[in-house]
T-cell receptor, first 113, second 113 residues
């Protein structure tokens, strides 16, 4: 069936490096995508979103890239800091699904000082 | 910052007992979502509401789970009777028609003994 999945379950980077977290989606009807960050003991925290009519969107230290041709989504974090250590989830919202989000399994990002 | 508030944060009880989890969505948000998170299944959507009306509860075991919105400031998720397999973290999220990102509370960590 349609699903959202992640290429890398874990990612370890050095403080100050850039991080790239990838996500593959299979539902071509999805028109909205979100990245969430989840720290231990907390709920998912919204980071950045992108609509399917865009291929790039930037926030503070984060950039989301959307490649609809290969159904791929990525989150880039610049100058990664120890506070960025968390599980990152991508989620998609299929068009017409009435706000429903389908979440990927998550990637654990560890930032080494 | 406006936040989704969930109570209780932790709940430990014996199987067979009734469990009630509460959620106060962000003021002005008209969509409310209940999710369950486990290591095995990840984030699963249980039910969601728009303007206090249930839109979809297909992800929820109907025989023991029920979700309601008595008013715009309170959503409840009940389990009766509870079973050990219900042990998980339950998240509430809220959103609005104008702002698509869902914003999550910090969850209720439920343990059924």
């Amino acid at each position: 069936g349609e699903s959202v999945g992640l290429h890398l379950p874990t990612l370890s980077v050095q403080e100050g490096d850039n991080s790239i977290i990838n996500c593959a989606y299979s539902n071509s009807a999805s028109d909205y995508f979100i990245w969430y960050k989840q720290e231990s003991g907390k709920g998912p925290q919204f980071i950045i979103d992108i609509r399917s009519n865009m291929d790039k969107r930037q926030g503070q230290r984060v950039t989301v890239l959307l490649n609809k041709t290969v159904k791929h989504l990525s989150l880039q974090i610049a100058a990664t800091q120890p506070g960025d250590s968390a599980v990152y989830f991508c989620a998609e919202n299929p068009r017409g699904s009435n706000y429903k989000l389908t979440f990927g399994k998550g990637t654990l990002l560890t930032v080494n000082p | 910052d406006a936040r989704v508030t969930q109570t209780p944060r932790h709940k430990v009880t014996e199987m067979g007992q009734e469990v009630t989890m509460r959620c106060q969505p962000i003021l002005g948000h008209n969509t409310v979502f209940w999710y369950r998170q486990t290591m095995m299944q990840g984030l699963e959507l249980l039910a969601y509401f728009r303007n206090r009306a249930p839109l979809d509860d297909s992800g929820m075991p109907k025989d023991r789970f029920s979700a309601e919105m008595p008013d715009a400031t309170l959503a409840t998720l009940k389990i009766q009777p509870s079973e050990p397999r219900d042990s998980a973290v339950y998240f509430c999220a809220s959103g609005s028609d104008q702002q698509r990102p869902q914003h999550f509370g910090d969850g209720t960590r439920l343990s059924i003994l």
